[in-house]
């Protein structure tokens, strides 16, 4: 069955570094930011059952915010994460977003972002504002199409590393777009589609 290019791939997985998760759960402290929802909540609402306070954000669908505030205790709104902040869209950056929520100074256990492109022009001006200073992992799935991304991509990851004292724990190469929509292509080497993760570190690290 691995013969068929569709079962290689998967589209959707998140991973987490459990040991930091925990401890925040035990001091009633786990804090978690997701964007990019779409119809699968099946990652916030783990993370809520298991003992986060989850934000969670789409603009681009409609989601009953009473029944998940009530059931799995996720706060939900028709917002979405940018590069700029326009109000009328509904649309915010990461500092501004933080800002009225009132966490501005919080941590945040993890931030999660799925966000089709946006991620390319959002992470460098995040990463600068000092949205991500609180920030203990950060997950994403990026979407590059171009050289020109890749570079810009790089370039951010440089600085996240070096300046920012993050790194890389997990990645995941996701072939399905094209594997599974338009199986005729040849797979490429290069994956245009990855989840990646990202974790602060410090002196008691235990994911790596």
Same mark, same amino acid.
């Given at each position: 069955? *691995?013969?068929?290019?569709?079962? /290689?791939?998967?589209?959707?997985?998140?991973?987490?570094? *459990? %040991? %930091?998760?925990?401890? $925040?759960? @035990?001091?009633?402290?786990?804090?978690?930011?997701?964007?990019?929802?779409?119809?699968?909540?099946?990652?916030?609402?783990?993370?809520?059952?298991?003992?986060?306070?989850?934000?969670?954000? %789409?603009?681009?669908?409609?989601?009953?915010?009473?029944?998940?505030?009530?059931?799995?205790?996720?706060?939900?709104?028709?917002?979405?994460?940018?590069?700029?902040?326009?109000? @009328?869209?509904?649309?915010?950056?990461? /500092?501004?977003?933080?800002?009225?929520?009132?966490?501005?100074?919080?941590?945040?256990?993890?931030?999660?972002? $799925?966000?089709?492109?946006?991620?390319?022009?959002?992470?460098?001006?995040?990463?600068?504002?000092?949205?991500?200073?609180?920030? /203990?992992?950060?997950?994403?799935?990026?979407?590059?199409?171009?050289?020109?991304?890749?570079?810009?991509?790089?370039?951010?990851?440089?600085?996240?590393?070096?300046?920012? $004292?993050?790194?890389?724990?997990?990645? $995941?190469?996701?072939?399905?777009?094209?594997?599974?929509?338009?199986?005729?292509?040849?797979?490429?080497?290069?994956?245009?589609?990855?989840?990646?993760?990202?974790?602060?570190?410090?002196?008691?690290?235990?994911?790596?």
């Amino acid at each position: 069955w *691995m013969e068929e290019p569709c079962v /290689q791939y998967h589209d959707g997985r998140k991973y987490v570094c *459990m %040991d %930091d998760i925990v401890r $925040d759960i @035990e001091a009633d402290e786990c804090l978690v930011y997701s964007f990019g929802l779409n119809t699968d909540w099946s990652f916030e609402m783990l993370m809520a059952r298991i003992g986060c306070k989850v934000y969670a954000f %789409d603009p681009t669908i409609w989601a009953d915010e009473r029944y998940f505030r009530d059931e799995y205790g996720i706060i939900f709104e028709r917002l979405g994460l940018s590069a700029e902040t326009d109000r @009328e869209s509904g649309m915010y950056t990461l /500092q501004d977003l933080l800002n009225r929520n009132g966490h501005r100074w919080n941590k945040i256990s993890y931030l999660k972002f $799925d966000i089709e492109g946006h991620e390319l022009a959002g992470l460098p001006v995040w990463f600068r504002s000092g949205a991500l200073d609180n920030v /203990q992992q950060f997950g994403f799935e990026y979407h590059l199409e171009s050289s020109r991304d890749t570079a810009g991509l790089l370039r951010t990851i440089r600085d996240i590393v070096v300046e920012g $004292d993050f790194r890389p724990i997990m990645h $995941d190469l996701n072939g399905y777009n094209v594997a599974c929509t338009r199986p005729k292509l040849k797979i490429s080497p290069f994956f245009n589609y990855a989840e990646v993760v990202f974790k602060k570190i410090n002196g008691s690290e235990t994911c790596d």
